[in-house]
């Protein structure tokens, strides 16, 4: 799947006045492995990075005794199991560092706001704001739903390759949660193209009956992230959606800026 956040591969930002540059290139590196899909050899990095051989070797080495990278069999260099705990703790953060705007959309939209992400086939729950309304939707942080059946999951891949979604619900399956489910990948992708056209995904009570949801993906964030609000079809109408969508695309590019800047959102 293609990544959400911004490509690192085209161009580095420079060394930082004052920063420590090892650390600096070995970041890079760390993004550049990323990118190329968690293996990659010293002359491809060298390539991409422009620095020379030995500069990038010395610095690999002394990544893979860390457990950040390791060396294969092949003699190229693959993401270390020790980057995994790292990912999995700014996961958690990174619905923290949402909370703020989603407790926004709340208050401007008055439906429940939920950030969720990507996360191997399924769609994970990692923050909520519930709505004040008595009536209200509630989705647990945590829960693990398959996305061809939530708004989130279309948002998450609308730009995914055709093949890699195929292959991705060959291995998820498409059981119908309601009657409304899609369940076939043509249709699955149809509604993929309707994201792209419009900008926006729709869960029109795909995942519960009475239910409808809006989402839109984090541009440019580190992970494949979404956002959404989700209330009851009675509330959540048509009309409801013209209103809500620009509120929802706003504070998408709103934390997408803040997860882009050294300090922290908010």
């Known amino acids: 799947m293609p990544s959400s956040h911004a490509s690192t591969s085209d161009s580095k930002p420079a060394a930082s006045s004052g920063g420590v540059q090892s650390l600096e290139r070995a970041f890079d590196l760390l993004e550049r492995m990323a990118d190329a899909g968690g293996e990659v050899g010293l002359s491809e990095l060298s390539a991409s990075s422009g620095l020379p051989l030995p500069t990038i070797h010395r610095l690999m080495r002394t990544l893979v005794v860390c457990g950040y990278v390791r060396q294969q069999p092949n003699r190229r260099y693959a993401l270390g199991p020790r980057l995994i705990r790292l990912g999995e703790s700014a996961s958690r953060l990174l619905g ?34 519930p709505s004040k309304h008595s009536m209200r939707m509630f989705t647990e942080v945590g829960r693990r739903v398959l996305p061809h059946s939530t708004g989130v999951g279309k948002a998450l891949l609308a730009h995914t390759p055709p093949e890699e979604v195929r292959a991705l619900l060959a291995r998820t399956g498409m059981p119908a ?53 989700s209330g009851p079809a009675g509330r959540v109408t048509e009309a409801a959606t013209e209103r809500i969508v620009p509120i929802l695309q706003q504070a998408a590019k709103e934390l997408s800026d803040a997860l882009a800047s050294n300090g922290s959102p908010g």
């Open 177 to 229: 949660a309601t009657e409304k489910t899609i369940t076939t990948p043509d249709d699955f992708l149809d509604a993929l193209e309707q994201v792209r056209r419009v900008g926006y995904a729709v869960d029109d009570n795909e995942q519960e009956i009475g239910v409808r949801c809006l989402a839109v993906s984090v541009p440019n964030s580190p992970t494949s992230a979404a956002i959404s609000i």
């Open 96 to 129: 923290t560092w949402a909370r703020p705007y989603l407790a926004r959309l709340v208050e401007e939209t008055g439906e429940t706001a939920n950030m969720a992400l990507l996360d191997g086939d399924e769609i994970v729950y990692v923050a909520q704001v």
